[in-house]
């Protein structure tokens, strides 16, 4: 079993910047693969942010590259999703997740095992 936890999240402006961790606590972190997802009002959940155990296998989804990275700290079991130049479509709740078998990273939803409980992220124009 692996608990996640994010703190952090609130309400920014656009162009600005927050980091939104997620801590873990269980099972060996090292082993999983770890993405970020989220949910904006009255949508689907989508990936934005993955990555593989070791951290060297990445993916952003197109909206949020060169904007946003993921990175992870395997000896603190802790999960970040840095977001810079936000803009108001970020708006939404987002979700860390780990993912069993982690050589690789996941897009599918699906793949993902555990889930941390969201943080809600605005951006005010």
């Known amino acids: 079993q692996v608990r996640l936890v994010e703190p952090g999240g609130g309400l920014v402006q656009a162009v600005d910047s927050l980091i939104l961790s997620c801590a873990a606590s269980?099972?060996?972190?090292?082993?999983?693969?770890m993405g970020w997802f989220r949910q904006p009002p009255g949508k689907e959940r989508e990936s934005v942010a993955a990555t593989s155990w070791s951290g060297d296998r990445l993916y952003y989804e197109h909206s949020v590259t060169g904007r946003f990275t993921i990175s992870r700290d395997n000896a603190k079991n802790t999960l970040y999703l840095q977001m810079n130049s936000m803009r108001p479509e970020d708006t939404a709740v987002y979700y860390c997740a780990a993912g069993q078998g982690g050589t690789y990273y996941y897009t599918d939803p699906r793949s993902y095992d555990y889930w941390g409980q969201g943080t809600q992220v605005t951006v005010s124009s």
């Open positions: 269980g099972r060996t972190f090292s082993r999983y693969a």
